[in-house]
């Protein structure tokens, strides 16, 4: 079973110039390959696989002005995401057959800067030390532990938030814990009114701080008006 286990990390000036540079790379390879697949579609032609999509926006654009640029980051991120433009597409074809399960899902989106950024590194693009990360054509990204990985990570993901904070997020192979079994299981019902019901009729109420503080809230606003 895999399993993703988060980390905050601490870029310096330098290595957050080149997770930019990074982070563009992979946007404009996702977004040139949509547009492509899309005018695919429209002129009735099936969706280009991987490896075309990689040999036309990766290997000849390197070889263009316009996207000359490209060889300055890894490799492997951007062939990444090809990999998670099949998904994506996948996961539409199959909700719109009712194929899968859960809400309707919609066709690939264009990225955006202004979005959360992300690239994924596989074996071969990253080395786990004791107290930072190796990216390559990043460096060693200094990191925070608030735990132990149990077994040795697949694969990292970069991630910059909307609040311009960076994080690692490792996909490690875990055994899914097996509990005793028990006569003593009880189901719980979350909601509003009533913070718990159980399954045996035992219910639990909803704290409500504001009313228990609600007449030292009114001593406190008057003393103020006063």
Same mark, same amino acid.
């Given at each position: 079973? @895999?399993?993703?286990?988060?980390?905050?990390?601490?870029?310096?000036?330098?290595?957050?110039?080149?997770?930019?540079?990074?982070?563009?790379?992979?946007?404009? %390879?996702?977004?040139?390959?949509?547009?492509?697949?899309?005018?695919?579609?429209?002129?009735?032609?099936?969706?280009?696989?991987?490896?075309?999509?990689?040999?036309?926006?990766?290997?000849?654009?390197?070889?263009?002005?316009?996207?000359?640029?490209?060889?300055? %980051?890894?490799?492997?991120?951007?062939?990444?995401?090809?990999?998670?433009?099949?998904?994506?597409?996948?996961?539409?074809?199959?909700?719109?057959?009712?194929?899968?399960?859960?809400r309707p899902v919609k066709?690939?989106?264009?990225?955006?800067?202004k979005s959360k950024q992300?690239?994924?590194?596989?074996?071969?693009?990253?080395?786990?030390?004791?107290?930072?990360?190796?990216?390559?054509?990043?460096? /060693?990204? /200094?990191?925070?532990?608030?735990?132990?990985?149990?077994?040795?990570?697949?694969?990292?993901?970069?991630?910059?938030?909307?609040?311009?904070?960076?994080?690692?997020?490792? %996909?490690?192979?875990?055994?899914?814990?097996?509990?005793?079994?028990?006569?003593?299981?009880?189901?719980?019902?979350?909601?509003?009114?009533?913070?718990?019901?159980?399954?045996?009729?035992?219910?639990?109420?909803?704290?409500?701080?504001?009313? @228990?503080?609600?007449? @030292?809230?009114?001593?406190? @606003?008057?003393?103020?008006?006063?």
């Amino acid at each position: 079973m @895999k399993a993703r286990f988060k980390y905050r990390i601490y870029p310096t000036p330098g290595q957050k110039y080149r997770l930019a540079k990074l982070f563009g790379c992979v946007r404009v %390879v996702w977004n040139d390959s949509l547009a492509y697949c899309q005018q695919r579609y429209k002129s009735g032609e099936k969706k280009s696989t991987n490896s075309e999509l990689q040999k036309l926006f990766i290997t000849q654009a390197k070889k263009t002005e316009e996207r000359e640029w490209l060889s300055e %980051v890894s490799n492997i991120p951007l062939q990444q995401s090809f990999n998670y433009l099949n998904q994506a597409y996948q996961n539409f074809f199959k909700s719109t057959q009712g194929k899968r399960k859960g809400r309707p899902v919609k066709p690939p989106k264009f990225k955006s800067r202004k979005s959360k950024q992300t690239a994924r590194f596989t074996k071969g693009g990253f080395k786990v030390g004791q107290n930072k990360v190796y990216l390559a054509k990043i460096g /060693k990204l /200094k990191i925070i532990w608030s735990r132990e990985l149990p077994t040795a990570a697949s694969s990292v993901t970069v991630i910059k938030d909307s609040a311009h904070k960076y994080f690692l997020s490792f %996909v490690v192979e875990i055994q899914p814990e097996i509990l005793p079994q028990t006569d003593n299981s009880v189901g719980i019902d979350l909601g509003i009114k009533t913070f718990a019901t159980f399954s045996d009729g035992t219910k639990v109420d909803a704290p409500k701080p504001l009313k @228990k503080r609600i007449k @030292k809230l009114r001593k406190v @606003k008057f003393v103020i008006i006063s």
